[in-house]
């Protein structure tokens, strides 16, 4: 069974965010870093080259698979920055109403700039994320 190639490294957070070359995404970044990090009340920690984590949690699938992974995270994407929420999203629709410019896919939710969403949803969104994760996992 393949083993899982995004892990948690010792890189530096704050380097990775300081290396980006676009300031208002470096700034979405560090807004996004505070958002998480109050939700999750861990420190962030960077998985693989390009992704910011949150807390952890272990999974093991039906199928015998298994890994270690982070309860929410982000990474600043070259089209958008993606909002990895693993708590699903069919349970926030009325939330995803409100929101504003996004998309999303199975964990991920995609927006261009923080200035395009509502930040008292997002931050809710990530709330209920982390909780509903942490609920199934422990």
Avoid at 12 to 32: H, M, N, P
Avoid at 72 to 85: A, I
Wanted: with cysteine.
């Amino acid at each position: 069974m393949a083993e899982l190639k995004t892990k948690i490294t010792n890189a530096s957070v704050d380097k990775f965010i300081k290396g980006i070359k676009d300031e208002q995404v470096q700034d979405d970044c560090r807004k996004i870093l505070d958002i998480m990090q109050k939700a999750t009340k861990a420190e962030p920690k960077m998985w693989g080259t390009s992704i910011v984590g949150f807390g952890n949690y272990h999974y093991k699938y039906a199928s015998g698979r298994e890994g270690d992974w982070f309860l929410v995270g982000f990474s600043p994407r070259k089209q958008n920055l993606t909002l990895y929420l693993m708590g699903g999203f069919q349970e926030n629709e009325e939330l995803l109403a409100s929101l504003g410019k996004y998309s999303t896919g199975k964990g991920c939710l995609y927006i261009k700039k923080l200035e395009d969403v509502n930040s008292k949803v997002l931050k809710e969104l990530v709330n209920r994320s982390v909780k509903r994760l942490k609920a199934i996992t422990s």
